[in-house]
T-cell receptor, first 113, second 109 residues
Framework: EAQVTQNPRYLITVTGKKLTVTCSQNMNHEYMSWYRQDPGLGLRQIYYSMNVEVTDKGDVPEGYKVSRKEKRNFPLILESPSPNQTSLYFCASSLGTVDTEAFFGQGTRLTVV | DQQVKQNSPSLSVQEGRISILNCDYT??????FLWYKKYPAEGPTFLIS?????DKNEDGRFTVFLNKSAKHLSLHIVPSQPGDSAVYFC????????FGAGTRLTVKP
């Protein structure tokens, strides 16, 4: 089954404790991205990757890192989480950037206390 | 600077009637527009799209209209069903995909 898998689904952590949210897709998609969803703001892009070893900042990259060592994986790293990073996070992948839809993971609800 | 705007946070309609969800954008470089549907505790799922060279695309009960001169698109759902109750996101692509804030649709039986 074609899917985007994120882990964990839920996470409560403390300020400053490094964490990684994993994302994996099995569709051989080249384009992957991370979004955060906050009330009234919709989905805002954090980082995206057009291919292996190619990553770029989205609209809200501060406080986040990503890597794309393999085509299928695109982990999101919070080196020193802060409470304003409490949010619902979605990973997405698509075949390309033109005329294609993105497939989303089920989301990771992160709470930083 | 929100390039894609959905100005109605919520919409309530009666089952069987038409639902119309609206979306405005500011960037004239967008060339592909999409609507996503999101249920609680799930990721957004693709619903319907339209290329900038068209002004209408239809898929069953769902129709998307694009007015490029007004930088406006809308999603029509006819007839609306209770299972359509969800949050609907409008999105637009150039190299990236930009989303609106979403509209929560409630279809009452």
């Amino acid at each position: 089954e074609a899917q985007v898998t994120q882990n964990p689904r839920y996470l409560i952590t403390v300020t400053g404790k490094k964490l990684t949210v994993t994302c994996s897709q099995n569709m051989n998609h080249e384009y992957m991205s991370w979004y955060r969803q906050d009330p009234g703001l919709g989905l805002r892009q954090i980082y995206y990757s057009m291919n292996v070893e190619v990553t770029d900042k989205g609209d809200v990259p501060e406080g986040y890192k990503v890597s794309r060592k393999e085509k299928r994986n695109f982990p999101l790293i919070l080196e020193s989480p802060s409470p304003n990073q409490t949010s619902l996070y979605f990973c997405a992948s698509s075949l390309g950037t033109v005329d294609t839809e993105a497939f989303f993971g089920q989301g990771t609800r992160l709470t930083v206390v | 600077d929100q390039q894609v705007k959905q100005n109605s946070p919520s919409l309530s309609v009666q089952e069987g009637r038409i639902s119309i969800l609206n979306c405005d954008y500011t960037n004239s470089m967008f060339d592909y527009f999409l609507w996503y549907k999101k249920y609680p505790a799930e990721g957004p799922t693709f619903l319907i799209s339209i290329s900038s060279i068209k002004d209408k695309n239809e898929d069953g009960r769902f129709t998307v209209f694009l007015n490029k001169s007004a930088k406006h698109l809308s999603l029509h759902i006819v007839p609306s069903q209770p299972g359509d109750s969800a949050v609907y996101f409008c999105a637009a692509r150039d190299n990236d995909m930009r989303f609106g804030a979403g509209t929560r649709l409630t279809v009452k039986p």
